[in-house]
């Protein structure tokens, strides 16, 4: 049997963790490639891990230069891939109708299955979604969302919902690592409030900073750990600096083992402002943790006992009070992640069933 070529192409930067890279080469890891042939394409030169394992799996990298800066060149460097490497799919991931830019390229160029991948339920550039939409909307074969709430908001009906699943495995309680990442990082007897992603407005980790100060007048014991980098950095560690937590919040910066950092937390918080899905926080519960999100998380990730979603106007003293509740509360953490990551493989959020479904799109 022939092949089926298939083009995944992330339309932000192709990094080794975080953001839509992290999706796709989840998927990319357990999917059975026979009669498949996989390759990716980006707006950037990846780092030399990411691109030793797409070698070692047979597929090749495209890098189409800046889509933001110099989107006619990216669109003829993508044209001319298209028609060198005659892709039977071309997987568009996302997060608005600016997709239209790779999908009608596409078309033009007589690629026959055109998925449109959509992340989130916003967009940066909401005039562009605006005005791309008709034109979006006629461009693609088939359609995907990460949640309904995501799918909704850029198609209106008519779409599919594909999970963004996890390795359940990876994230299993582990004490040992816990003990060895607390002892890293100096966080032995230290109640830990964590959290993971990128440090930009739509994760609100402002919000993290004043809730640690109020929960810090019931447990003296709180401390906050974020990891995840951005632009908001060094403005986040100036306000913890005006708030004297300072010595309370450690920034970890960008990580590539956050299955293992994730083992040192105790209460995992998420007070996003916006998310398409929030995978962090499924991550966090198949981990053993209690999670705290915001009511704008999708409830699509409560896949477990283990989740409460509070309203962010309720203010820093209610998150606070939840979270100490939480602590009060808490069971041994190996029995939480066993049926955590029970709850999740019957929800449909296992990687391994989630794949297979998306091998039957490509293949379709």
């Known amino acids: 049997m022939t092949k089926r070529k298939v083009l995944i192409v992330i339309t932000t930067d192709f990094v ?3 953001g839509l890279t992290t999706v796709m080469m989840n998927y990319y890891r357990v999917i059975n490639k026979k009669n498949l042939q996989i390759d ?6 990846p780092c030399e891990k990411l691109k030793r394992e797409l070698t070692q799996n047979s597929s090749k990298y495209f890098n189409l230069g800046s889509r933001k800066h110099s989107p ?15 892709y039977d799919v071309i997987h568009v991931n ?4 600016t997709m239209a830019l790779e999908l009608v390229t596409a078309k033009l160029v007589g690629v026959p299955s055109r998925i449109a991948h959509v992340h989130t339920t916003r967009s940066k550039y909401p005039y562009a979604n605006v005005v791309l939409h008709p034109i979006f909307s006629e461009s693609y074969t088939m359609a995907l969302a990460v949640s309904k709430q995501a799918g909704d908001w850029l198609y209106g009906k008519e779409y599919t919902i594909l999970n963004n699943a996890i390795d359940t495995n990876k994230y299993k309680y582990n004490s040992k690592i ?6 890293k990082y100096n966080l032995t007897g230290k109640f830990i409030i964590g959290n993971v992603g990128k440090l930009n407005g739509p994760k609100n980790h402002i919000h993290l900073l004043y809730t640690l100060v109020e929960y810090i007048k019931l447990d003296a014991t709180g ?22 937590i300072a010595d ?17 937390f105790d209460i995992f918080a998420f007070p996003s402002l916006f998310e398409g899905l929030g995978m962090a926080v499924i991550e966090a519960q198949a981990s053993g943790l209690s999670c705290i999100a915001s009511t704008a998380v999708p409830k699509e990730t409560e896949l477990t006992p283990y989740i409460e979603y509070l309203d962010l106007n309720l203010g820093y003293d209610a998150w606070a009070k939840t979270i100490y509740e939480m602590k009060l509360n808490s069971t041994d953490r190996k029995i939480m992640s066993n049926v955590a990551r ?8 296992e990687i391994s069933c989630e794949a297979e479904k998306l091998k039957k799109l490509y293949m379709e």
């Open 72 to 86: 006619i060149r990216y669109l003829k460097n993508l044209s001319n891939i298209l028609k060198t490497e005659k």
């Open 16 to 18: 080794p963790y975080g």
């Open 40 to 45: 990716f394409a980006s707006t950037n030169e």
């Open 94 to 97: 996302g997060n608005s109708s």
């Open 223 to 244: 401390m906050l750990v974020i990891a995840g980098g951005g632009t908001l950095e060094e403005e986040l560690k100036k306000e913890a600096e005006k708030l004297n």
């Open 342 to 349: 029970k709850c999740i493989y019957e929800h449909g959020y």
């Open 248 to 264: 309370k919040v450690l920034f970890l910066g960008m990580q590539s083992n956050i299955e293992k950092i994730i083992q040192s």
């Open 178 to 183: 816990r003990k060895e990442v607390r002892e």
